[in-house]
């Protein structure tokens, strides 16, 4: 993983909820979010529904350093959360994270 240029850090994770949890997870996903935003460091943080997916998620978040990334990762809610997701979701949690680079094509 590495910062971009003005140090950013881009993460996208997906999360598939397991067969009968994904209004649960919708939920869940809802509430976690708007906390999330208030993280030390946040720049963006917003949850998507994949289109035609029902059940899928995704995630985009963007971060002012790996610092900040990592204090939110191991904020104290994060105890809580954790379980929980895991309750829901298929799969464990760094199976869908993905961290962007950012690029532009010359001119």
């Known amino acids: 993983m590495t ?10 994770w997906e999360a598939r909820a397991k067969a009968g949890k994904e209004a649960a997870m ?4 809802t509430a976690a979010v708007t906390a999330s935003r208030h993280d030390t ?15 899928t998620f995704v995630i985009f ?3 002012e350093s790996r610092e900040a990334l990592d204090g ?3 904020a104290p809610r ?15 949690i760094e199976d869908g ?3 962007l680079q950012p690029f532009r094509p010359a001119r």
């Open 41 to 55: 460091g946040n720049i963006d943080y917003d949850a998507h529904q994949v289109e035609g997916e029902p059940g």
């Open 61 to 63: 978040e963007r971060w």
């Open 26 to 29: 919708k939920e869940f996903m």
């Open 3 to 12: 910062t971009t240029s003005n140090h950013y850090v881009t993460v996208l």
């Open 97 to 99: 994270i993905r961290f």
């Open 72 to 74: 939110h990762l191991h």
């Open 78 to 92: 994060m105890q809580e959360l954790v379980p929980r997701l895991l309750e829901l979701m298929d799969g464990a």
